[in-house]
């Protein structure tokens, strides 16, 4: 599909003339002759603009004005270009900060034209994959996404819930290592009063410590050896949005205090630079070693725990939520399905018992990559236990080698399933009676034994379910 290029010019001639230039290179063109056409094409129903080609006097007004309206409103975001006889130096000022991407005087040599409209375009597609992915993230990162109904689980979610509809400034979110702690961020940020703006997560454990001042807070050129050009640094790219700190007592104390005196003065230098940068954003911070002993071991300034640690929320390790598992896994059964083709719906009681006796020192995390390695590997529709690789640590319920020999290890004649409404009896009915055939290798007789009822009723309702197909008799 081509973009979309709207030409706003009342001369005929010229507009005739560029509007050619512009389809034979591939653009579809829409036409205007004045503002109320232009408005109209915008309102429209057919496809947006890329890219707004507009002469700034028309007969019916200033294109300015038009802009001005458009960039009020929501709605997709078009590159304008300002095209002009007579403008005046106010007017180029009053379009750069209606946010035009250029203000051209006429005549403009039509390569000058081209290389402005294609550096417009890119710039409008960046901007398209910027909102489709932060509504991409609205999507995947709302309050559903934060999986479980334990009590404490619960709480979590009613947390994020209430802070999600309050300007709140800083959170502190401690939690252990692969408990949530980034999930709860993002859901923060994106159900949050922040949400269209921009989410930057930065690990403080993965920066280097010499570029760790000016990767946060940017840098001139020339600031130091190998800072050629100026540097725009995390803080300031989420101005309008969240920066997001994990590992924060990784952070070394000078630049602590930094950052604390920008979060206070909501303005901070880049190195290297004179001028004051100003940002409004909002702080997460993230550690997964228990807050407050990072504080009295020094690790983190007392000062900027207090600035962040306005609001704090916890999110409490897996062994403390197992009645959390049950929806977990089914979950990520749910999501390694879809991405890897599989048709994983039954998880036998056994691998239930090994899932519940263990302790998930790498709490979520290792849940999700146990599940996904167990669908990856199974073939058909039962989860299969030989490859949970997950040792019985106590915690749960009596060691492995204590319990009475399972005879559902590795699954099979195991069917389990939820009673809270997601399947209908009907449904049970049917895949009771697939896997009974399906351990019976489609031999009703055998099935119907299995099942404890008799061969007429199981042909009842093998016919029933439209499960004829592949079934046979015993001889
Ligand atoms: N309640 C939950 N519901 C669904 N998925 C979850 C839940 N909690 C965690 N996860 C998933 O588990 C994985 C680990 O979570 P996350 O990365 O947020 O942990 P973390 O606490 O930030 O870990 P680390 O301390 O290592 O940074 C992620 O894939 C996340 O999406
Ligand atoms: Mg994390």
Redesign the pocket.
Known sequence: MSDTLLLVEDEAVLRGEMGRHFTRQGWDLLQAATLAEARRVLAGEGPAPLVVLCDMTLPDGNALDLLEEVRAGAGTRAEWIILTGYGTVADSVRALKLGAFEFLEKPCPMERLDLVVSGAARSARAQRRVAESAARNHERFGLD????DSPA?VRVREEVKRLATVPIGTVVIG??????????ARILHYTGVRGDGPLVEVNCAALPKELMESELFGHEAGAFTGARGRHRGYLEQAHGGTLFL?EIGELESPLQAKLLKALEDHRFRRVGGEKEVVVDVQVFA?S?SDVDSLVSEGRLREDLFHRLSLFRLE?PPLRERLE?LEP?VY?FIADSNARSGKDVRVVPGSVWRRLQGYAWPG???EL?NVIERSVLLSDGPVLPGRWLQVPQDGGGPAPAEHRPADPSEEDDTVVSFHLDGRETLDQLEERILRRALELSRGNVSAAARRLGVSRQTLRYRIEKHGLAEGTEEEE
């Open positions: 996404a934060w999986v479980g689980t939690g252990e290592t692969g408990a949530g702690k980034g999930l709860v994990d993230a997964n999110v959390d977990l979950r709490n979520v995390r999700r």
